[in-house]
């Protein structure tokens, strides 16, 4: 299925107006859908599977900026810490100090976002409250030092369900959390997909990651 370009222009503008940043979720589609959106402007994708980016980085321009959007294995950084622009699913302080270690060894800043478990499925990675604010504490207090890794924000996925008010609760609440540590520097709040996206941004997100919408099912 090709590239919906209508679907993109739409959404780039409705994206536009509020203000929110899109990463094109380009995971298992072909190259050549993506250079298309590419030539169409867009510059920032989200791949989910570590082999799958690193084989399809190098066939593409280099102006792209890749985000990983899936789950991270720690002995699997090293493959994308010499590209890789924002990871956004940093679920352990353990995930974080190998990203830091990877990206000194680069010497680069790979900017994070930590991933907030705010689904009701028991599936979903990320951090519950209680462990973020552990980590965040510890950071701040210098027992956990980060180099070349750096905190930019906070990434969640809400349920899996028709139930509106359920996914407006998950997302509010994920924004909340992020209001507390809110900053110059920490100013990513990475929630919405295509199912979603429109809950999400009333409820503050400003960066969504959508696939379907814009390259048809997978
Ligand atoms: C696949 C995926 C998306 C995009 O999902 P669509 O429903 O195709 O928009 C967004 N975020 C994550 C973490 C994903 O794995």
Redesign the pocket.
Known sequence: MPVNQKAFADLSAELRAAQVALVA?S?TKPVEEIRELFELGQRNF?E?YVQELVSKQPLLPQEINWHF??HLQSNKVKHIAPFVHLI??VDSAKLLKEIDKQAQKMDRTICCLLQVHIASEESKFGFDEAELSLLMKEIQNKQTVLSHAKICGLMG?ASFTEDETIVRKEFSLLKSIYDRYASEEFNILSMG???DYKIAISEGSNMV?????LFGV?
């Open positions: 979720v995971k989200g989910n959007i899936g956004h699913g996925m997909m295509s199912s990651r959508i696939g379907s919408l997978r």
